[in-house]
């Protein structure tokens, strides 16, 4: 091995990562290096609780952390598998420690904690906003500063990023979020859980000027949605016909109009060329097609992770701990979850 090759394999380093923030249960691992390009995920594992939750109409902590003890052990053992390591030769174990539920957080900070001791290793507690936010950037050796948009099932905010640690809050939701307007408004609509997905799906046929829908807050740096979810209620009983398709076309288009405009005020306003969004509604495709074109117009670089890195999922949090780890952080295992754990 050349002198370069041989510094560089000095400061690889394996991360084991659990998310359990909600009813989700993921385990990854993932290798890299400082300043090394192309970090490369060796396992990244999943087990979706939605079937067990939908009876209920929404998600029932006791259920989800019942859920997250007995899906854990599975997917450790089947990541470390997949990733042919063993634990002892992991190098750092993390946990979303907040925000999300505190009896599902508990289990995956739990297990974390728990191999740090037995292997005398770090702990890393991970922000799981932290670990969207920086999705985008997944796999890269470092961050860019740039206007960070997280649209999700329970957030929608917007950042100011200097660099791994250095987040600056712009504006946040006063009311629903993005995510869950979509969910909401997709169970008015009679369809399952996640409901985003579906709304996009039938939207795509669908005109989107045919219903006029409120755009709230269009002037302040806030968000809110509960405005336009209300909307839909009050509209839905007076339409007959087709009108499905539209109206889940018309409902995207408000919710993509506002996310777009305060983006791209946000980046001229703070004099930011890079852009990303990430979260689980960034799965969007016409809000990703209209932000990047709304980019290019202004002369910005657009960053957005992929569909599978967008929704939860523990590789963000392995790559967030990663850059942690390179950085200089630690976490104590004595250092509790929070439920409300705050990113900026
Ligand atoms: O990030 P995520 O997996 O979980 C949270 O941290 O909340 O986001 C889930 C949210 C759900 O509200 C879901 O409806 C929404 O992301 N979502 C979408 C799409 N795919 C997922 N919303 C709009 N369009 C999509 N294609
Ligand atoms: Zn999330």
């Known amino acids: 091995m050349g002198r370069a090759g041989a510094r560089l394999s000095i400061q690889m380093k394996t991360i084991l990562a659990l998310e359990t923030s909600c009813d989700e249960t993921a385990v990854a691992i993932l290798r890299g290096g400082n300043g090394h390009p192309g970090s490369e995920l060796l396992a990244s594992e999943i087990a979706s609780q939605i079937a067990e939750h939908e009876k209920y109409g929404g998600i029932v902590p006791?259920?989800?952390?019942?859920?997250?003890?007995?899906?854990?052990?599975?997917?450790?053992?089947?990541?470390?598998?997949?990733?042919?390591?063993d634990m002892e030769n992991v190098d750092a174990f993390a946990a979303t420690s907040g925000p999300g539920l505190a009896s599902s957080l508990m289990i995956g900070a739990s297990i974390a904690k728990g191999l740090a001791t037995g292997f005398r290793k770090p702990y890393l507690a991970i922000n799981h906003l932290e670990g969207h936010l920086l999705s985008p950037f997944f796999g890269d050796g470092e961050v860019n500063p740039n206007i960070s948009l997280i649209v999700s099932g329970g957030h929608t905010m917007l950042l100011r990023v200097d660099g791994l640690a250095d987040y600056q809050l712009i504006g946040r939701t006063v009311d629903d979020a993005a995510g869950e307007a979509f969910d909401k408004v997709a169970k008015m609509l009679g369809f399952g859980y996640p409901g985003g997905p579906e709304i996009e799906k039938r939207a795509h046929n669908g005109d989107p000027t045919r219903f006029n829908l409120p755009r709230s807050m269009l002037d302040s740096e806030s968000f809110s949605f509960s405005g336009l979810k209300t909307a839909v209620r009050y509209l839905l009983?007076?339409?007959?016909?087709?009108y499905v398709e539209d109206l889940?076309?018309?409902?995207?288009?408000?919710?993509?109009?506002?996310?777009?405009?305060?983006?791209?005020?946000?980046?001229?306003?703070e004099n930011v060329a890079v852009v990303t969004v990430s979260g689980g509604v960034s799965c969007n495709g016409e809000l990703r097609r209209q932000l990047r074109d709304a980019c290019a117009r202004q002369g910005c670089k657009f960053k957005s992770a992929e569909a599978w890195l967008c929704t939860d999922n523990a590789a963000m949090i392995a790559f967030a701990a990663l850059l942690r780890l390179q950085a200089g952080f630690e976490s104590k295992v004595t250092d509790e979850i929070d439920p409300n754990?705050?990113?900026a």
Do not use: M, W, Y
């Open 62 to 85: 006791e259920i989800a952390s019942r859920n997250h003890l007995v899906h854990a052990p599975r997917l450790l053992e089947s990541a470390t598998r997949n990733a042919k390591i």
């Open 237 to 242: 009983p007076k339409l007959k016909g087709d």
């Open 248 to 269: 889940c076309a018309s409902f995207q288009q408000a919710i993509v109009d506002v996310l777009v405009r305060k983006t791209i005020a946000a980046a001229q306003k």
């Open 341 to 343: 754990l705050a990113l």
